[in-house]
């Protein structure tokens, strides 16, 4: 059986049926009339992403409960990729303010750079260290650019004792004018006392103070096991001074064993009198303290040795390091988890409207224009769900104390002990690089999980889509 319609205008369809189960809709092609001739030219394409793909995109962003559950699996999505991207961005800050608190209160109540002597042996055979020459030493320091403070000290440990309670602490003997310009210890840190009485007292932290319940005007015990030297031996030499100024550096372990001492009262205390044990050197940048470290041993001497900040703290900035590389890794998983729920609901939304591809297929839409409205629909939601989970991932950083505090309540305290973590509480930086990392994560995943139920409703046979409908 052959029928043909004959075409009634030049944009009207031509329905050709062959076969009464097979029907085919097809456009005739333009016509235009070109110096009294007509030419057939092809529709023109419709630009990427036009605003009849985005109609689309959105009306199957709102399928109903009955038609699958698609709006359903959508939520379900974009509530994955919110958590997740808020969980990824608020534990980044956490970990940056963590480090961050603890970098910082190393170079505020500790020098960037320690210049001490290698041990030497005197004419006397005497093992003798430090500097006899101190001052010259910290003078010629404080010359090289870059260098904001050098100060003399002696170090030296010590049995504290008051009101019945035994402590080891370490003293720092240093100048009234170098204790001042320590950031947590002198002028403008947290503390209470008068620093201007330091020379007839010394200055101790507050976890000292608490640990032995003393109060400015307290006395306080210390005992050298290093003390005079008489014909039966060394007897310990015990001293009491009164505490005049009480700090808090902000690190649990400073503050509960740094006491500080006039430089003239630890040299007669410790027997160093004339000498000092290191200089103590504050730069500018603390991060480039290698690159000061040949002008820093030039001027030190003969003998002259160099500690760092990151000497004494580098094991455990590496250990935050790597332990930031895994969690991101780790958060990265639970991102890509999350965006599997795209695909499961793009996958559903392609079953469920395969007689609608095989129409708009037919009506000329192209695999290009299919795959953009299902990208649409898949890059939608990650979009979305990523700028939640910013927004909420930048609130909890910005107002981490409250929410803390919060936490502390319902937990009923004891949820942060600084004795093990070092700092006294939960810090968070939000840094704008971890930020972008987040989102960057997120979008990539969203949209590279999108293509593919995309590219298979696009690549879906209109034939094969309509056969049984």
Known sequence: MQRRRADVGPHRPVFKTQHPCHVALTFPARNRRVAGKTKEQPLANTPPFAGFEWMIA???????????????????????????????????????GFRAEFVDTILGANAHVTVYSAARVDDAGVTQRGFADFDAVAARVREIPGVTRAAPIIKGQVMATANGVNLGVEVYGMRLEDVKTIPRVGIGADAYGDLGNYDHGIAIGSGIARELGLMVGDKLRLISPNGVKTAFGTSPRVNAYEVVYVFTAGRYDIDRTRIYMPLAEAQSYFNREGMADEIEVMLTDPEAADSYAPALMAAGGAGALLWTWRDSAGSFLRALSIEDNVMFIILSILVLIAAMNII?????????????????????????????????????????????????GCLFAIYIDPIFSFVNYVAGGGVWDPSIRGIYNLPAKLMPGDVFSAVALSLGLSFIVTLFPARRAARMNPVEALRYE
């Open 58 to 96: 959105w009306r199957y962003l709102r399928a109903r409960r009955a038609e699958g559950g698609v709006s359903v699996m959508t939520w379900i999505s974009l509530v994955g990729i919110t958590l997740a991207v808020f969980a990824l961005i608020a534990t980044l800050s956490v970990r940056a």
């Open 344 to 392: 499961s609901g793009l996958i559903m939304l392609v079953k469920n409207k395969g007689r609608d591809i095989g129409i708009l297929r037919t009506m000329g839409l192209t695999e290009g224009s299919i795959l953009r409205v299902f990208f649409i629909c898949g890059a939608s939601t990650g979009l979305i769900g990523t700028l939640c989970g910013v927004v909420l």
